[in-house]
Nanobody, 120 residues
Framework: QVQLVESGGGLVQAGGSLRLSCAAS????????MGWYRQAPEKQRELVAD???????NYADSVKGRFTISRSNAKNTVYLQMNSLKPEDTAVYYC??????????????WGQGTQVTVFS
């Protein structure tokens, strides 16, 4: 019913930047919060940042001042601008969205994940 497709991951040197995008499509009536999570090898998935439909944002302490989350409600897309990347930012990054489908309930949907690797 709803698909989230991420793009923008890759390999970058420490101190560099990447921009992730995640576009939602399908039988969407509305989207509430959208967010980015990450999971490093042998670690639990953790919240990186999220944003409400009104634009209020929330960040993990480890990325404050370096990452910026934004969204386009018209495009059903969420972005994550990542600056001053560090090796410890290496992980698979997943987007998530709380979507109300047409004629149905609200549910959380996940993207397939995109790899971000930061080398020193």
């Amino acid at each position: 019913q709803v698909q989230l497709v991420e793009s923008g991951g890759g390999l970058v040197q420490a101190g560099g930047s990447l921009r992730l995008s995640c576009a939602a499509s399908g039988s969407i009536f509305s989207i509430n919060a959208m967010g980015w999570y990450r999971q490093a090898p042998e670690k639990q998935r953790e919240l990186v940042a999220d944003i409400t439909s009104g634009g209020s944002t929330n960040y993990a302490d480890s990325v404050k001042g370096r990452f910026t989350i934004s969204r386009s409600n018209a495009k059903n897309t969420v972005y994550l601008q990542m600056n001053s990347l560090k090796p410890e930012d290496t992980a698979v990054y997943y987007c998530a969205a709380d979507v109300t489908v047409i004629g149905g309930p609200i549910s959380t949907y996940w993207g397939q994940g995109t790899q971000v690797t930061v080398f020193s």
